[in-house]
C-alpha cells in the first residue's frame, strides 16, 4: 500500500515476544477499505488466539475534516461480541504516523510490558516499573523514559491489572470511549501499556485534487450545524439529550478538540484551580479532561454537584475503569456519596447495559438518535477513521464524498459496493 498508509501490519506475540512485520497490501484495501473493516479480518485471522488489533482509518491523519479515529477491535468480556471501540484524541493519527497501519496483539505474556512503537520499529519491554501503577503515573514514567512529553499511551490502569471486566483503556491520562472492558483483556495479557510515536509521513497519489477537496469538506463542515458546538456540554444537547451547560459552566476552564476536528468535543474542567485562569497553572493536576458525555448525565441526575461528579471521574480516570458503568452501578444501588463511590471502585462488578448491544461502543450514543442510522454512520466513522461523535454532526460527511476522496488518495477504485459489503460485514 503506497499512499495513505505505512504499509505494513505487525503481528507481535507476546508469548514468544517474537514480532512479524507484514506487508499491508492493496488487494485487502480494496477488499476491506480501513480501519474496522480491516482491523476485523485480521481479527478473524486470528481468532483463535483471541487477539487485540489496533488500526487506523484510511482517511486517519489525513487532511479529511475530523479524521482523528484509530480503532481497537476485540471480543469484549462484556458481551461475548467481536467488538469495535475508538481510540480518539491524538492516539490514532500517532498509531497512523509510528510506521504501522495495524498491530495485532496475541499471545500472553509471562510478565508484565509494554510495547513501544515508534517511526517502523516495533519492540516489547518488560513494565516491572510500571505494572500496579495508576494511568496517570504510568504516563508520566513511561514519557519520563522516553524523554517525549508528545508519546501517546494506550494503557491500562489497576482495573485492568486486576481482572475487572469493567476495566478502560485510557488513552494518556484520560478516559476513552471503551465500554467493552477492553482494558481487562489487556491485563489478561499482562500489557501494560502501548506507546506510539512517529514522525512518518503520508504519500498522497493525487495531492492538489485531495487537498482541494478536503478543503471544500471543511468549508462545508464550517457552514453546518456543527459548527457553532463548543465543549461536552453542548455536544450532549446537540445530540439530544440533557443540557448540562449550566451546571458545568463554573467548572468549564477550556475545550480540546481531537486531531483535525473541527468541532472540540472535550472539556477540561479545572477542581482545585481557578477555570478562569488564563496563564499556564502551576498546580499539579488542576483538573481532568472530560471526554465521555453519558456518566456526567447520570451523575447529574443522582444529584451530584458538578464538582463532585469531576472528582469521581478523575478517580475513575487513575483506576483505569469505566466512568460510565461506574456511573450506570451507582445508579442501580442508589449511591449518591462521592467518596463512596470512590472508595467501591475496587468492588464493583456488573452486568451494565452500558456497554450497549452494538458492535461499536455507545461512547457516541446519546439522546434519541434512531439506532439503523447510528449503526451506519459509526460503521463509515470507524472504516474511514473519523471521529464518531464528530461523524454524527457532520452530514456534510456523505459516503460518495469520503469514497471519491480516499480514491484520490490512494489511487485505488473504492465503490459505494465494497464499502456496502464491508458495512455488512463488520455489523452482522
Given at each position: 500500500m503506497?499512499?495513505?498508509?505505512?504499509?505494513?501490519?505487525?503481528v507481535v506475540?507476546?508469548?514468544?515476544?517474537?514480532i512479524?512485520e507484514?506487508?499491508?497490501?492493496?488487494?485487502?484495501?480494496?477488499?476491506?477499505?480501513?480501519?474496522a473493516?480491516?482491523?476485523?479480518?485480521?481479527?478473524?485471522?486470528?481468532?483463535?488466539?483471541?487477539p487485540i488489533v489496533?488500526?487506523t482509518?484510511?482517511l486517519?491523519?489525513?487532511?479529511?475534516p475530523?479524521?482523528?479515529l484509530?480503532?481497537?477491535t476485540?471480543?469484549s468480556?462484556?458481551?461475548g461480541?467481536?467488538?469495535?471501540?475508538?481510540?480518539?484524541?491524538?492516539?490514532g493519527?500517532?498509531?497512523?504516523?509510528?510506521?504501522?497501519?495495524?498491530i495485532?496483539i496475541?499471545?500472553i505474556?509471562?510478565?508484565p510490558?509494554y510495547l513501544?512503537?515508534?517511526?517502523?520499529?516495533?519492540?516489547?519491554?518488560d513494565?516491572?516499573?510500571?505494572?500496579?501503577?495508576?494511568v496517570w503515573t504510568?504516563?508520566?514514567?513511561?514519557?519520563?523514559?522516553?524523554?517525549?512529553?508528545?508519546?501517546?499511551?494506550?494503557?491500562?490502569?489497576?482495573a485492568g491489572?486486576?481482572?475487572?471486566d469493567l476495566?478502560?483503556i485510557s488513552i494518556n491520562?484520560?478516559q476513552?470511549?471503551?465500554?467493552?472492558?477492553f482494558?481487562?483483556?489487556?491485563?489478561?495479557?499482562?500489557l501494560k501499556?502501548?506507546?506510539?510515536?512517529g514522525?512518518?509521513?503520508?504519500?498522497?497519489?493525487?495531492?492538489?485534487?485531495?487537498?482541494?477537496?478536503?478543503?471544500?469538506?471543511?468549508?462545508?463542515?464550517k457552514?453546518?450545524g456543527?459548527?457553532k458546538i463548543?465543549?461536552?456540554?453542548a455536544m450532549?444537547?446537540?445530540?439530544g439529550?440533557?443540557?448540562i451547560?449550566e451546571?458545568l459552566?463554573p467548572?468549564t476552564?477550556?475545550?480540546?478538540a481531537?486531531?483535525?476536528?473541527?468541532?472540540?468535543?472535550?472539556?477540561?474542567?479545572?477542581?482545585?484551580?481557578d477555570?478562569s485562569?488564563l496563564?499556564?497553572?502551576?498546580?499539579?493536576?488542576?483538573?481532568?479532561?472530560?471526554?465521555?458525555?453519558?456518566?456526567?448525565?447520570?451523575?447529574k441526575?443522582?444529584?451530584?454537584?458538578?464538582?463532585?461528579?469531576?472528582?469521581?471521574?478523575?478517580?475513575c480516570a487513575?483506576?483505569?475503569?469505566?466512568?460510565?458503568?461506574?456511573?450506570?452501578?451507582?445508579?442501580?444501588?442508589g449511591?449518591?456519596?462521592?467518596?463512596a463511590?470512590?472508595?467501591?471502585?475496587?468492588?464493583?462488578?456488573?452486568?451494565?447495559s452500558?456497554?450497549g448491544?452494538?458492535v461499536?461502543?455507545?461512547?457516541?450514543?446519546v439522546?434519541?438518535?434512531?439506532?439503523?442510522g447510528?449503526?451506519r454512520?459509526?460503521?463509515?466513522a470507524?472504516i474511514f477513521?473519523?471521529?464518531?461523535l464528530?461523524?454524527?454532526?457532520a452530514?456534510?460527511?456523505?459516503?460518495?464524498k469520503?469514497?471519491?476522496?480516499?480514491?484520490?488518495g490512494?489511487?485505488?477504485e473504492?465503490?459505494q459496493?465494497t464499502?456496502?459489503?464491508?458495512?455488512?460485514?463488520?455489523?452482522?
Amino acid at each position: 500500500m503506497e499512499y495513505l498508509a505505512s504499509g505494513k501490519i505487525a503481528v507481535v506475540d507476546l508469548a514468544t515476544r517474537e514480532i512479524i512485520e507484514e506487508e499491508l497490501d492493496d488487494d485487502l484495501v480494496l477488499e476491506k477499505i480501513g480501519g474496522a473493516g480491516i482491523t476485523k479480518s485480521l481479527y478473524d485471522r486470528f481468532a483463535d488466539q483471541d487477539p487485540i488489533v489496533l488500526g487506523t482509518g484510511l482517511l486517519t491523519g489525513s487532511l479529511v475534516p475530523g479524521s482523528s479515529l484509530g480503532v481497537i477491535t476485540a471480543k469484549s468480556p462484556l458481551t461475548g461480541r467481536v467488538s469495535h471501540v475508538p481510540l480518539s484524541l491524538d492516539a490514532g493519527m500517532e498509531l497512523k504516523y509510528s510506521g504501522f497501519d495495524y498491530i495485532v496483539i496475541k499471545g500472553i505474556s509471562e510478565k508484565p510490558v509494554y510495547l513501544w512503537i515508534h517511526d517502523g520499529i516495533a519492540d516489547i519491554s518488560d513494565s516491572d516499573d510500571l505494572w500496579g501503577q495508576d494511568v496517570w503515573t504510568a504516563t508520566d514514567r513511561i514519557r519520563d523514559l522516553m524523554g517525549d512529553d508528545l508519546i501517546q499511551v494506550i494503557g491500562i490502569g489497576e482495573a485492568g491489572e486486576k481482572g475487572s471486566d469493567l476495566a478502560q483503556i485510557s488513552i494518556n491520562y484520560w478516559q476513552s470511549g471503551d465500554r467493552m472492558g477492553f482494558g481487562n483483556l489487556f491485563g489478561k495479557k499482562r500489557l501494560k501499556l502501548i506507546a506510539l510515536r512517529g514522525m512518518g509521513l503520508l504519500e498522497i497519489a493525487e495531492p492538489e485534487e485531495f487537498i482541494e477537496k478536503c478543503g471544500e469538506l471543511l468549508s462545508a463542515v464550517k457552514s453546518g450545524g456543527a459548527a457553532k458546538i463548543r465543549g461536552i456540554a453542548a455536544m450532549a444537547a446537540a445530540l439530544g439529550a440533557e443540557d448540562i451547560g449550566e451546571w458545568l459552566q463554573p467548572l468549564t476552564h477550556k475545550h480540546m478538540a481531537c486531531f483535525n476536528t473541527s468541532v472540540p468535543t472535550n472539556t477540561f474542567v479545572f477542581l482545585d484551580e481557578d477555570p478562569s485562569l488564563l496563564k499556564e497553572t502551576t498546580v499539579n493536576e488542576p483538573g481532568v479532561l472530560l471526554t465521555d458525555i453519558s456518566p456526567l448525565l447520570i451523575f447529574k441526575r443522582l444529584g451530584l454537584t458538578a464538582a463532585d461528579a469531576c472528582h469521581v471521574l478523575k478517580a475513575c480516570a487513575k483506576y483505569g475503569i469505566d466512568a460510565a458503568a461506574v456511573a450506570e452501578l451507582s445508579e442501580t444501588t442508589g449511591l449518591t456519596d462521592p467518596e463512596a463511590i470512590k472508595g467501591a471502585l475496587p468492588d464493583l462488578k456488573g452486568p451494565v447495559s452500558s456497554s450497549g448491544d452494538a458492535v461499536f461502543s455507545p461512547w457516541a450514543a446519546v439522546g434519541n438518535q434512531e439506532k439503523e442510522g447510528w449503526m451506519r454512520r459509526q460503521a463509515v466513522a470507524y472504516i474511514f477513521g473519523i471521529h464518531p461523535l464528530f461523524a454524527l454532526m457532520a452530514p456534510e460527511l456523505t459516503e460518495e464524498k469520503l469514497l471519491d476522496i480516499s480514491s484520490l488518495g490512494t489511487e485505488l477504485e473504492l465503490t459505494q459496493e465494497t464499502l456496502d459489503e464491508v458495512i455488512a460485514d463488520i455489523t452482522g
